[in-house]
């Protein structure tokens, strides 16, 4: 049974019931959607995603929580923490990382920014993270306005090569974006 992990004012940020991942794939294994994350997955995929989504949160209490929508209850996308494992990021493996991914049709409307600064609080406030990651393909501009917005901070020192994807696609190179816990307060302020 779902639990209700935290909520804004738009938005409900909960844990996945195995019911949810037909749906979830319906309305985002899209080419849209994973345009920089190598493109629509098929059945077997997707179910090793979803295994992961269950594993990480039963391991670290955390996970990339699905993101509805109070006002209909609509499925958005999820959008939460994880321990850093991407292939190939080895000098920030293990750090808290903040990831995001919606349905198109609630691009553009702030849902991602509100999510994502609940999840910064959630993971500096109740998970103690002394600072948290984000990655995203050099090439996902999107996903790097969040970042900025957030007040994250681009390290080139932590680009890498992620080795699920063949070093000269367009998904890579990878970049991250770090914000330190001391840095979050000030940010938030900001990011509103
Ligand atoms: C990355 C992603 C989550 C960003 O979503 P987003 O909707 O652009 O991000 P935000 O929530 O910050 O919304 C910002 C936009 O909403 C607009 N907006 C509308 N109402 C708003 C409100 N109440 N508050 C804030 N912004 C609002 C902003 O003006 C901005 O619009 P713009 O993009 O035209 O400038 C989305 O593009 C996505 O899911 N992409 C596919 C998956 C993916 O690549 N994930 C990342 C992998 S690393």
New binding site residues.
Partial sequence: MAEVVAETERLRLRTWDFEDRAGFDRLLNTPA?????GGPADEAFSNAAFDRIDLYQREFGFTFWIVERKEDGATL?FCGLKRANAPGGEKFEGDVEI????RED?????????AAIKCLDLAFDLFGAPHVVA???LN?L??Q??MI?LGMTRREDLDFIDKRFPADSDINPQIVFRIDASDWPAARAAAR
Avoid at 106 to 114: D, N
């Fill in positions: 959607v994973l345009r920089w994350l996308g990831g995001w991914r919606l609630a691009w553009g409307k702030g849902y991602a920014k509100e990655v995203t393909s996902n999107p996903s306005g969040l917005r």
